[in-house]
């Protein structure tokens, strides 16, 4: 039994991830908590978290846990919360950049940061030995809403961290209908930058439907046609910023992590000069970093192993091409409008566009290509053909190219990442390395 991948247990609301499946994991994650214990609870805007808010709360509190309600928020602004609350522990209800019809249930620690696997993975046996234990009638967990006063503490931080250091510049906002639309407005807006709101209702059927962080094409075309600064756009949780220049080219995690780690460095605050990234940012980002006397440490992916190696070596500043940014010294987890709000502050602060600040990240021709496979079906290390011709393409693109093969943590997918300065060269290599998986893929199923 595997729940947990690399951002919580996931899948399709009511068909995958049930209302009783939710009640479990409650029950099995209250066991970890001392009796009297409290947790927040918070979701997106999907139509199906209201259900796993009930499922949730129900489960707790038949486990002697207090549940603290807050409803719609950023997964970090409920990190931000569990601590400022005095909460044992949080819980997020969101499927992040996943479709409408997904859910997910992630697990914080007092923190803010997610269970550790073992953790989560004692969750599993108990839920699957259904060894969940029973506690006296009379120690019912309560109940406590705060959908209406939590908010206003994370506002208040992060207009704390950067007052009088954001510029006035007229900023397009695709808030993707998700949890964004209950902050980043409203947070821009006090601090005068002028905001130009996309896709801002708090629309659940609608969360990431070619919107948001993972689909900001609208937005690129708006921040042209209106001549706007930049753009900025979140995913479903808003713990993932992408942003647009005024050119409207898009300007992924790794051009983020650039500006904000060589922002850090020029004022003596980058720790050791070294930041996290994973094994799925660019090349063109390592190299642009080296030029700056500043070493990249890759992790798998995950936010989790970023922040975990940020723990272990005392680094300030990691994050994920995908936009998923961790400044520690203000956040324990990614937030999409922190990064959003410390971009904007190196801009003031140098002077500079957007395009200027990432001009020195020569992006190097990746190509990520996603194969739909039963979770149980393959194992793709034990293909020869496939394996054999993985290790010919790292030979033929040495040193200014790579082959990264991995399975999805949130959807049955296994993705093959080419990396490489010509682009028709990794092109090739990615239609045979596809053909050759797929071709395993009918032979496995007949």
């Known amino acids: 039994m595997s729940l947990f991948g690399t951002d919580g247990a996931r899948g399709i609301a009511n068909t995958e991830l049930t209302v009783d499946l939710a009640v479990n994991i409650a029950r099995a994650a209250a066991e970890s908590l001392p009796l009297g214990s409290s947790v927040l609870i918070g979701r997106d805007t999907r139509i199906s978290g209201p259900m796993f808010e009930a499922a949730l709360t129900a489960g707790f509190s038949s486990m002697g846990i207090d549940v603290l309600t807050v409803g719609m928020l950023p997964t970090p602004a409920l990190a931000y919360l569990i601590g400022k609350m005095g909460a044992q522990a949080g819980v997020m209800i969101s499927a992040s950049h996943n479709p409408p019809q997904y859910n997910g249930i992630k697990l914080l620690d007092h923190q803010g940061r997610k269970w550790p696997m073992e953790q989560e993975i004692a969750v599993e046996q108990r839920i699957a030995s259904k060894q969940i234990s029973e506690v006296p009638e009379n120690r019912i967990g309560r109940v406590f809403h705060y959908e209406t006063t939590a908010l206003a503490h994370y506002h208040r931080y992060l207009e704390s961290l950067f007052a009088g250091l954001v510029p006035e510049l007229h ?212 293909i020869p053909e496939f394996v054999g011709l993985v290790k010919e393409a790292e030979r033929s693109l040495g040193r200014d190219g790579r082959v990264f093969i991995r399975p999805s943590g949130t959807e049955p997918l296994l993705r093959i990442m080419i990396e490489g300065r010509n682009l028709s060269e990794i092109e090739q290599w990615a239609d045979r390395l596809e053909s050759v998986l797929q071709n395993a893929l009918e032979s496995a199923k007949a």
């Open 171 to 382: 900023v397009g906002l695709d808030l993707g209908h998700g949890a964004a639309s209950a902050t980043a407005e409203t947070v821009l807006r006090n601090l005068g930058v002028h905001v130009h709101p996309l896709f801002s209702e708090p629309e659940g059927s609608l969360i990431n439907v070619h919107c948001g962080a993972t689909e900001p094409c609208v937005l690129q075309k708006q921040v042209l046609l209106n001549h706007w600064d930049l753009g900025l756009a979140f995913d479903g949780d808003a713990d993932r910023l992408i942003a647009v220049d005024h050119t409207g080219r898009l300007v992924d995690g790794d051009e983020i992590l650039y500006v904000l780690a060589t922002g850090l460095k020029q004022q003596d605050l980058l720790a050791d000069d070294k930041v996290v990234a994973t094994v799925m940012s660019n090349i063109g980002l390592e190299r642009a970093l080296e030029k700056e006397g500043i070493q990249l440490k890759r992790t798998p992916v995950g936010d989790r192993w970023v922040a975990q190696l940020m723990r272990e070596e005392n680094i300030v500043l990691g994050g994920e091409q995908s936009g998923h940014v961790i400044l520690s010294q203000y956040a324990s987890t990614g937030d999409g409008l922190l990064t959003a709000l410390a971009l904007l502050a190196e801009m003031r602060r140098q002077q500079r566009s957007l395009a200027e600040l990432v001009s020195p990240v020569e992006r190097y021709p990746q190509i990520l290509r996603n194969i739909k496979v039963e979770r149980t079906l393959i194992d793709w290390e034990k």
